[in-house]
């Protein structure tokens, strides 16, 4: 089946840093999506990117689709520690199938102060 | 502004015994999936629903078997628990139409299997 290699899988920053996560996969996607993971919680959604080549920005958060189609990449500015959680990319596929996203395995971000 | 509850928030079960899990929404969102979470293996799908009385299998559902008898309300039931399926267990929900942004999560539930 389709999967999405995320990486890393961890990161250990220091507050103010920049972080850099990826998803690339072998298939292409029609949207993009990377969800964020607080301790104890379920996964909230932090952008949507439906284009290939789109550019989006969330507050200190960017992220873009590629334009093959078959990768992403999320950043965050100057990194704070509440943003310490679980990133998660996912792709919706687009054939049959396509209710059922695909998610990474995730990128697991702890900021020291 | 839930939209999505799960219940219970932690379980603590003994192994053999049967345990049904809840998901109950108010979005009227026409898919609900069960999925689990095990660090190293992600977000891993069990089981999806497409309408009333319509489920489909996941990637891990062995052992799992699910209910939708209502829009609002997913069931999932593990018939004889096992150590196995120690876990966190989230629910999601989407009204998927091209364009539209994807899951929302439940909080989850903590399954311990002892």
């Known amino acids: 089946g389709q999967q999405l290699n995320q990486s890393p899988q961890s990161m250990f920053i220091q507050e103010g840093e920049d972080v850099s996560m990826n998803c690339t996969s072998s298939?292409?996607?029609?949207?993009w999506l990377w969800y964020k993971q607080d301790p104890g919680e379920g996964p909230v959604l932090l952008i949507a990117?439906?284009?290939?080549?789109e550019l989006t920005s969330n507050g200190r958060l960017t992220a873009q689709f590629g334009i093959t189609r078959k990768d992403s990449f999320l950043n965050i500015s100057a990194s704070i520690p509440s943003d310490v959680g679980i990133y998660f990319c996912?792709?919706?596929?687009?054939?049959?199938?396509?209710?059922?996203?695909?998610f990474g395995k995730g990128t697991k971000l702890t900021v020291n102060p | 502004d839930a939209g999505i509850t799960q219940s219970p928030r932690h379980k603590v079960t003994e192994t053999g015994t049967p345990v049904t899990l809840r998901c109950h929404q108010t979005?009227?969102?026409?898919?609900m999936y069960w999925y689990r979470q095990d660090p190293g293996h992600g977000l891993r799908l069990i089981h999806y629903?497409?309408?009333?009385?319509?489920?489909d299998k996941g990637e891990v559902s062995d052992g799992y078997s699910v209910s939708r008898s209502k829009t609002e309300d997913f069931l999932l039931t593990l018939e004889s628990a096992t150590s196995s399926q120690t876990s966190v267990y989230f629910c999601?929900?989407?009204?998927?139409?091209?364009?539209?942004?994807?899951?929302?999560f439940g909080s989850g539930t903590r399954l311990t299997v002892v």
């Open positions: 999601a929900i989407s009204d998927y139409t091209e364009g539209t942004a994807g899951y929302t």
């Open positions: 298939s292409i996607f029609n949207t």
């Open positions: 990117l439906y284009k290939a080549g």
């Open positions: 996912a792709g919706r596929p687009p054939q049959g199938g396509s209710e059922k996203l695909v």
């Open positions: 979005e009227n969102h026409r898919y």
């Open positions: 629903s497409y309408g009333v009385k319509d489920t």
